[in-house]
Nanobody, 127 residues
Framework: QVQLVESGGGLVQAGGSLRLSCAASIRTFSRYAMGWFRQAPGKEREFVAAISWSVRSTYYADSVKGRFTISRDNAKNTVYLQMNSLKPEDTAVYYC????????????????????WGQGTQVTVSS
């Protein structure tokens, strides 16, 4: 049974920073891509960032490019999302996600590529 547990959310002023963590109970964590998504009230869940199993490749949504950084520590089975220069429009529940397969590519920008989801962590950015 795969479990993903996010942490690190909170309330921050615009321009501030937060670092989200996602601890994964995946035996062969280093073989899988990982993704971060977010969902604001009244909106659909949207892609934020993804990282390949090898750490060599990443994808970002245009709205966060240059401000957010996804990384992973395979020895700790953990993926991170460093969020800088936060804006009120970044307010959302942030979810990490893992796929069932070991692939990589642009398909991993889609929710459909992921099979396992965490419970989410709330990020609120005040203006």
């Amino acid at each position: 049974q795969v479990q993903l547990v996010e942490s690190g959310g909170g309330l921050v002023q615009a321009g501030g920073s937060l670092r989200l963590s996602c601890a994964a109970s995946i035996r062969t964590f280093s073989r899988y891509a990982m993704g971060w998504f977010r969902q604001a009230p009244g909106k659909e869940r949207e892609f934020v960032a993804a990282i390949s199993w090898s750490v060599r490749s990443t994808y970002y949504a245009d709205s966060v490019k240059g401000r957010f950084t996804i990384s992973r520590d395979n020895a700790k089975n953990t993926v991170y999302l460093q969020m800088n220069s936060l804006k009120p429009e970044d307010t959302a529940v942030y979810y990490c996600a893992a796929p069932r397969d070991t692939g990589w590519g642009s398909a991993y920008l889609s929710l459909d590529a992921y099979d396992f989801w965490g419970q989410g962590t709330q990020v609120t950015v005040s203006s």
